[in-house]
C-alpha cells in the first residue's frame, strides 16, 4: 500500500510568514492529493483537492502545487486563524491514506 | 446541505465490539457518485481511515483493520454503520463519518468520541 509522509511534524512561524507544509507519496498517485485543515478541537475541512485545487470559500493566502510523489501546500501570509493540524491525504484508490499530520502554530 | 451525524456507545469494554451508526440528510446514501466513509482520530494523534461502503454494499478497508471491521449500509433509513471487534485501548478514539467524492471526504460528520476500558 502506498504511504504518506508529511514534514515536518511541527512547525512554528510569525505572522505574516509564508509556510510550507510537504507530503510525498511511497508511489505516483498523479494529483490525487487533498489537503485538510483541522482547527483544535474541530472537524476536518478540506482545503485543497487534485493537488491545487482551492475548495470553494478557502482563502487565496492557501495554494497546492505537486504531481506524482511530492507535493506541498503553502500559506503566503500567515495569519492567526490558521493555527490548526493539516493533513494530506492520497485518493486515486482504496485504501485511503493520511499522512500523518503537520501542527502549525504562531510563534 | 448534506449533514451526517454519528451516534452510539461512548464506552465500549475491552474485546467487546464497538458500533456506531452515521445518519445522513441533506441528500441521499443512495447516490450513485457517493462513497460513505469511517474515519478516527487517537487524542492528540493524527487520522486513520478506517473503511468505505458504497450504496451498493461494496466496501473497502484498512488493511491494518480488515481482519475486525464490518461496514455495512441501509438505503431505506439512509444511514450506514460501522462494527469493530475485539477492541483494545488502542482504539479509543474520535470516530467520524463521511462523504467520499472520488476518494475525497467532503462532508464530515461532527465526531464522537469512543473510549474503550472497563
Known amino acids: 500500500d502506498i504511504q504518506m509522509t508529511q514534514s515536518p511534524s511541527s512547525l512554528s512561524a510569525s505572522v505574516g510568514d509564508r509556510v510550507t507544509i510537504t507530503c510525498r507519496a511511497s508511489?505516483?498517485?498523479?494529483?490525487?492529493l487533498v489537503w485538510y485543515q483541522q482547527k483544535p478541537g474541530k472537524v476536518p475541512k478540506l482545503l485543497i483537492y487534485?493537488?491545487?485545487t482551492l475548495q470553494s470559500g478557502v482563502p487565496s493566502r492557501f495554494s497546492g502545487s505537486g504531481s506524482g510523489t511530492d507535493f506541498t501546500l503553502s500559506i503566503s501570509s500567515l495569519q492567526p486563524e490558521d493555527v490548526a493540524s493539516y493533513y494530506c491525504?492520497?485518493?486515486?484508490?482504496?485504501?485511503?491514506?493520511f499522512g500523518q499530520g503537520t501542527r502549525l502554530e504562531i510563534k | 446541505q448534506v449533514q451526517l451525524q454519528e451516534s452510539g456507545p461512548g464506552l465500549v469494554k475491552p474485546s467487546g465490539t464497538l458500533s456506531l451508526t452515521c445518519g445522513v440528510s441533506?441528500?441521499?446514501?443512495?447516490?450513485?457518485?457517493?462513497?460513505w466513509s469511517w474515519v478516527r482520530q487517537p487524542p492528540g494523534k493524527g487520522l486513520e481511515w478506517i473503511g468505505e461502503?458504497?450504496?451498493?454494499?461494496?466496501?473497502n478497508y484498512n488493511p491494518s483493520l480488515k481482519s475486525r471491521v464490518t461496514i455495512s449500509i441501509d438505503n431505506s433509513k439512509n444511514q450506514f454503520y460501522l462494527k469493530l471487534n475485539s477492541v483494545t485501548a488502542a482504539d479509543t478514539a474520535v470516530y467520524y463519518c463521511?462523504?467520499?467524492?472520488?476518494?475525497?471526504?467532503?462532508?464530515w460528520g461532527q465526531g464522537t468520541l469512543v473510549t474503550v476500558s472497563s
Open positions: 463521511a462523504r467520499g467524492l472520488g476518494g475525497l471526504l467532503d462532508y
Open positions: 441533506g441528500g441521499s446514501i443512495s447516490s450513485n457518485i457517493n462513497w
Open positions: 461502503i458504497y450504496h451498493s454494499g461494496s466496501t
Open positions: 508511489q505516483d498517485i498523479s494529483n490525487y
Open positions: 487534485a493537488a491545487s
Open positions: 491525504q492520497k485518493y486515486n484508490s482504496a485504501p485511503l491514506t
